[in-house]
């Protein structure tokens, strides 16, 4: 967990504020509260609000933008008693949203993002105005799954085999940087002393690795499906498809595969904008900020 007051040499220059109601310390930021249309911008793994710090300055000269971070993030807590699963991060964020009484919000959803925010309209459908997806998947679709994992599925399968998962997804203070890369990011230009020490910080120790060390183990061993099958049977699917949705995708993944995700996404929104990034990867945010941006401003003035 991250002091509330550090700003990494003014590259995050934004408020914090805490919300305890989860029974748990976690951050957020909540800029341009003036403006009327919400968006809020979903991290995954193993990030923090931090990448979407170009994002914030941008967006909330027009919208209110929220930014949290996910349970064992970024400034937020990492609670030893809590489960780190899709169904629990869904849960603290309807909370967080009911506290904050947003209504009719914008997300924007990379990595576990795509699958929070989705599995949040599956259960609150009214409350979803639009779907911007980065780098994500729902999963939602018959589209046959590739038969090899991606080079950052084989990495964690082969690490938990020997037993080095723990010891190297618990280590990310130092490992950081080599763990982002096997994700895959393209602008090496972006990594400096700051760069690296905000994605860091939030790691001083094992047990602040919680949230990292289980997120891949949910996809691996398929310990969301339940959850997600649940949410689906529950939910009007028509109303879910109705809502506009929208798919960036930095073609140089390591962590999910493009094609399929792409083809996810064109079986249940055949009709939507899909961009693809030839030259970003995993971490799009990072590799083609402004661009996406710009795509953001147009999905939400458009719907």
Not at 241 to 262: C, H, N, S, T
């Amino acid at each position: 967990m991250i002091e509330a007051k550090e700003n990494f040499n003014n590259t995050w220059p934004f408020k914090a504020n805490f919300f305890s109601g989860n029974c748990f310390k976690q951050h957020y930021v909540d800029e341009g509260k003036e403006n009327k249309k919400v968006i809020l911008c979903l991290h995954g793994e193993p990030t923090w609000g931090y990448i979407y710090r170009h994002f914030i300055r941008e967006l909330s000269k027009d919208f209110r933008v929220v930014v949290p971070d996910l349970m064992g993030f970024g400034k937020s807590e990492t609670p030893k008693n809590k489960e780190y699963s899709l169904k629990t991060h869904v849960e603290n964020l309807e909370n967080l949203v009911n506290y904050l009484k947003l209504e009719n919000i914008y997300f924007v959803g990379q990595d576990w993002g795509g699958p929070i925010l989705g599995a949040y309209t599956l259960r609150n459908l009214k409350n979803t105005k639009g779907m911007f997806l980065i780098n994500t998947i729902l999963g939602y679709s018959r589209t046959d799954k590739p038969k090899e994992l991606t080079p950052w599925f084989k990495w964690i399968k082969k690490n938990e085999d020997n037993g080095t998962l723990e010891v190297l997804l618990g280590e990310l203070n130092t490992t950081i940087l080599s763990i982002m890369k096997i994700l895959n990011f393209t602008n090496s230009s972006i990594i400096d002393d700051n760069w690296i020490k905000a994605y860091a910080s939030p790691f001083p120790n094992r047990d602040s690795c919680l949230g990292a060390i289980n997120f891949p183990l949910d996809v691996l061993h398929g310990r969301m499906v339940p959850f997600i099958i649940s949410c689906l049977k529950n939910a009007d699917m028509k109303s879910f498809l109705e809502i506009p949705a929208e798919l960036v995708y930095g073609m140089k993944d390591r962590a999910i595969d493009p094609d399929y995700a792409i083809n996810d996404f064109k079986a249940l929104y055949p009709n939507s904008k899909v961009t693809k990034l030839e030259n970003a990867g995993h971490f799009s945010q990072e590799d083609e900020p402004y661009k996406i941006i710009e795509l953001i401003k147009e999905f939400v003035s458009n719907h």
